[in-house]
DNA sequence: GATGAATGAGATTTCATTCAT
DNA sequence: TATGAATGAAATCTCATTCAT
């Protein structure tokens, strides 16, 4: 009779078995999770989840597209706001690794479980090239400002950093999924910045 | 009763169960494929592989171990070749990217196959944990090289920059896996080393 | 929702299980006795019954628990009865060998194949050896009793010969499980009184 | 060429899978042990064994021959010693329970074994049937001479006596080799010869 | 809409037996 | 004759999904 609190209510509902899920993939991963688990998880009958997800499957593409929704309310929050160049892609790395509402240890987890399901799921192979292209977009194109406004120098290809700035945090993010030493984000942003500004070579210091 | 026969045919049956093992993995994932598919690849009956692999997660332990140590024998001979220390850092990249025996998707995609599976396999997880400490330290000690020879600054937390190599390195591993796009290694290469070697910084320039 | 009901029924289906398990495992065996077997007399699908039983082996282990269960209904009802020591003992024996429900041959089978599979079985195991300890306590109760009232002569080991009643019973059920003649109950029973009560020594006929 | 030698050969290779089988289907059980578990335990290869036994039962039924066999000549030589007809019984009986080459739970276990497999196997099942109908020929005709020479009253009901003193006998082997508290036989074998000669009966006492 | 019992295809694994060497 | 790799039927168990209530 009123379609608002219903829609609410069932808005609610998936959330609940979304939260569930996201948990339950962490933890345990997509194959290792049945649907049994996340029902139990979510204090819910059988059925029911399938009123809210067509399918396993579709319940991860859920998942991920929820999380993908909400880094871009992120990213786009930092884009639009004041700083260098180089604040801002601080900023940007600093979504996967420093603490919203997840460890950043299981957002790593999840994002090789989602990366290694898409190999063989295409519609979540799809999104993720989608984000993939997007942020490369984005980057590029604050590479570019950064040129223009003399923060970095106009020789590099701006299209191959923008793969190799977002392949540092992905094997970051790979490598802390897989360790279980704690990861100290602070320290090595700091050598990420060194070098991505820097370098390591020494002879543009003799160069001086 | 003449061993050595013997012991050659059943490596060579092992190695055929591996290798069709190893390009299912790729293609389908893990847990997409079944011992019946792999059976069917190599052409033997369902009993067969049991007398090689005590279950499915055995083999793709198996799997793992031999991509490790084909993985070994080329770094091993990389590091005690002749050459620059940037040279040798650029040969250990080539090892994922530029083929050898494997199409280098195909590696990347048994690699993030790998990682995923890790999370929920410990004898897998922490073989993968003590390749990352190996190549760590050899990165590590590869720079410090660097740097005493006068090719590196001396600045640099050798260790963390160790890190961020390898994670470029997974990255971009990662990222080839989920995209279709072909991968250009030689120009995101010449991106990597120009990055890696002077940063992307202009103040440097400035103070030339 | 309506919990009665459903409680019920389920209830029911177990039964159902239960009824056609034992019935197979009487005829063939436990061993020679395949789930498909069971799904298949009950008229079921293969999942179904692990919504009842854990595994194959809980499935016997509810068996042997459900006829404990009526297997002690009988013998209560008998002590509480009237009646001389000895008739008492006698109607604990009928137990075994006239029939209630089942046909004293098929009791005699379960209870050999229940025996065998206990050796591998520990739970099963426990609970004959409960069911042992409790009947040899019982019976030995009974024979103080008798002996008390005068019924029996005080000078015998009342707890080895509660063991060697029950053995009597144990083994002419093996044999009977055995055999295929039809087992003629009436007249052993009447061997068994006059033995048990009476010996078969004569001497002390010879002491009258 | 010296079939003498061969055949003696072939009777000790034979000898020693029965050996291994025995004791295997003793501590485990018939179905619970493989060929594969035989082979091992003898030291042979898997083909050699089907040279000795058509199949794993036809291996089963060997075990049981060659016990039967032991059995029958101690049995002999018990008959045609000297001695009193309850001595002779004692005797008998003393087979299962004191160690003549094997500890006596593990004669239960096999016996238990064997009598529910025999369910299952026709050619067990006759072999175990003779074996009784031979054993309860004898014990019936024992219990006639006791009665000719004075020792036992001549009002029993020979064959039914003979059932119960087998029944009482393997009982016994069943709780045995079920429970796992030692075996008392010489307190049991008392209160058995107690029993079985006097009964339990106090009226015979007062009619003294 | 919610529930959860039922479904049944399919997965992994075992193992008695065969047979080429 | 001995060997042990291969065979493949069959067994147990799982689990995403459906549907009657």
Redo the contacts between chains.
Sequence with gaps: MSPKVTHEYKEAARERFLDSAEKLFQR??Y??TSIDDVIQATGTSKGAIYGYFESKEALLESVQERQYVKNLGYGKSILSGQGSIASKLEKLADIYFASHDLPARQRC?MN??L??????MKPI?NK??NQ?DQLQTVLAFL?KE?VKN????????TE??A??L???????A??W????GDLDWK??K???L?????????D??R??
Excluded: C, F, P, W
């Design positions: 345990k991963g194959y290792e987890r090789l479980e990366s290694a399901a898409s190999l063989h192979q993720l090239k993939y590479l950064g003399g923060e970095i120098r106009k020789e590099i290809d191959s950093i793969s190799l977002m392949a540092v945090v992905d094997g970051l790979l490598r999924a897989i360790t279980d320290n090595i700091d050598a990420l060194d070098l991505t500004l820097k370098g390591i070579s020494v543009r210091h160069s001086r």
